[in-house]
C-alpha cells in the first residue's frame, strides 16, 4: 500500500515555473514507477510524464516536452515535476501516481497505475 500526498500547486503567469511534489508513504516505493497526470474541467484525464524506478528513464507528452523534467528521490521517498514556460493550457489539476506492475515500462494511461494522491491545482494566467 502507498499513500500518495502531492503539493506544490498554485497560480502562475504564463512563462513562469512551478515545482510540484509529490511524498509518498510506504518502504517500497523504489518498486514502483511513477507518474504524473493531469485533468483539466471538462476533459479527461491526460498523461504528463512518467519515471521508472530507479530514475534512469523518463517519458513525457508532446505538448511538455522540454518545458517539464520528471525526477525521483528513493532515498527521500519523493518524486518530482519541474514545470517551466507555462503556458495556459497547462491549467488542470495535477496527481500523483504510482504502478507497481511495470515499475521498468510506465505506462501512459491512468487505468495502469495503482495508487494516486488527491490532486493538486495548477492555474497559468494569460
Known sequence: QVQLVESGGGLVQAGGSLRLSCAASGRTFSRYAMAWFRQAPGKEREFVAAINWSG?????????????????????????????????EDTAVYYCAADREQPDSPASYPSAYDYWGQGTQVTVSS
Not at 62 to 87: C, E, P, Y
Request: net charge positive; proline share 3%.
Open 56 to 88: 534512469g528513464n523518463t517519458y513525457y507528452t508532446d505538448s511538455v516536452k522540454g518545458r517539464f523534467t520528471i525526477s525521483r528521490d528513493n532515498a527521500k521517498n519523493t518524486v518530482s515535476l519541474q514545470m517551466s514556460s507555462l503556458k495556459p
